[in-house]
């Protein structure tokens, strides 16, 4: 078993790299249609860090690679299948630890159309009034001098808008 796994460490990591239709380059370990196949020349080494899927784990099978690696990546608020109702503010967190370094932008996207509006370092930000519906928020961070990104689990929440009809709504 040691000979099996000392055999696989000594391979060169694979690895994966492709532009996304807005420009956004991505890389990952797994094969996708179109990719570039790049072989780095690392060796894999076993780890007893923590499992697959943890806080802080790639998105996307995108590659957690030096100036994008962060022990906390993901979007605090809203959280998962959170619901609002009427004209409340929707706040927006993305938490990054370490923070952000210089040459590194964030791209927020809401539903898959990138929010336009926001600064290219803004972690948190407030969402317009949103109608009724059900959305989808995301943060891809980009360090410009790479042209790695990294983005975090889409968040899916809701928008309600309260009835004419419900009880609150009608006179005595």
Do not use: C
């Not at 078993?1 to 000594?10: G, T």
Request: charged share 15%.
């Amino acid at each position: 078993m040691l000979a099996a796994l000392a055999a696989f460490a000594a391979q060169a990591a694979v690895i994966y790299k492709w532009t996304d239709a807005d420009g956004v380059v991505h890389f990952s370990d797994q094969p996708v249609p179109g990719a570039e196949k790049i072989s780095t020349g690392a060796t894999n080494t076993a780890s007893s860090g923590s499992p697959e899927g943890s806080v802080g784990a790639p998105a996307d099978g995108q590659q957690k690679t030096g100036a994008l690696d962060y022990s906390q990546f993901s979007i605090t608020s809203p959280t998962p299948e959170q619901t609002f109702f009427g004209d409340e503010t929707i706040s927006a967190n993305l938490t990054l630890d370490p923070l952000l370094k210089a040459g590194q932008s964030v791209t927020w996207r809401l539903s898959g159309t990138e929010i336009a509006d926001q600064g290219p370092t803004a972690t948190a930000i407030t969402l317009p009034h949103l109608d009724r519906g059900t959305y989808t928020i995301a943060a891809t961070v980009t360090d410009r001098a790479t042209g790695q990104s990294r983005s975090t689990d889409s968040i899916t929440f809701y928008v309600r808008q309260p009835s004419e009809l419900s009880p609150q709504h009608q006179k005595p």
